[in-house]
């Protein structure tokens, strides 16, 4: 009898052992969308108000898992005429854990392939490393460089081709809405100053990039 119920235990860890590595691979095969909102533009003074993040798979575009935060009631006076923010942050009061929304994130961005962003190499990236140094989270050799990130902004301005105003050689940064126009993408249902707006928006040009071979995945190879 007892070797059978060995049987069955080892049979049982095996089965788990499978499951997780369908469950890391599947993973693999998704990206991270994400985006920040924050006081101001200087990392060391300013702060995350709102982070936003979406998992995606990379062939389909479908939405895996959407998440929302909202961290404090005082903004700068610059958002205080942001709607979408605003009513965000003073629904029933709703303050986020930053610490759990922060390390929610981090996760993620391991499990998926890679990660994208609109600035998010200029912008995103540098204040969710800041953020994380002062909330005291255990990296664990997560450096979240360059080598995972595809920005989407970085990535288009010679697609774009969009001049600068004062005659500099070269091309502009096109702005996510400049970028969702060239490809064709709609944004009229959106409040851009939202950043579950824009992490949307971005994934949704993403996708259009992805279909019309603008994309090389291989720049990303699958690492457990």
């Known amino acids: 009898m007892e070797w059978i119920i060995l049987i069955f235990a080892c049979l049982g860890v095996y089965i788990l052992a ?4 369908r469950l890391n ?20 003074k ?5 982070l936003s993040y979406q998992v995606r798979d990379i062939a389909t575009n479908k939405k895996i898992k959407s998440r929302n935060y909202y961290f404090a009631s005082v903004v700068s006076e610059e958002q205080k005429n942001d709607e979408g923010l605003l009513q965000g942050i003073y629904r029933d009061l709703r303050v986020d854990d ?40 255990d990296r ?15 990535e288009t301005t010679n697609l ?3 001049p600068h105003k004062d005659g500099t050689q070269g091309y502009k940064s096109p702005k996510l809405i400049e970028l969702a126009e060239y490809l064709d993408v709609d944004y009229s249902e959106f409040n851009l100053y939202d950043s579950a707006d ?9 996708s259009v990039l992805n279909q019309k071979g603008y994309f090389n995945i291989n720049k990303y190879p699958i690492v457990f």
């Open 98 to 137: 930053k610490k759990k929304a922060f390390e929610s994130l981090m996760k993620e961005i391991r499990s998926c392939r890679f990660c994208i962003g609109h600035n998010i190499k200029g912008f995103d990236r540098r204040f969710i490393l800041k953020e994380m140094e002062r909330l005291g989270i």
């Open 25 to 44: 691979y599947s993973r693999k095969m998704c990206y991270v969308s994400v985006d920040v909102s924050t006081t101001g533009v200087d990392v060391e």
């Open 140 to 154: 664990n050799g997560f450096d979240f460089d360059n080598s995972i990130i595809f920005d989407t902004m970085e």
């Open 198 to 206: 824009d992490a949307e928006l971005t994934a949704r040009c993403f």
């Open 160 to 162: 774009c081709k969009i």
């Open 46 to 50: 300013d702060s995350v108000v709102q």
């Open 18 to 21: 499978e499951v997780a590595d």
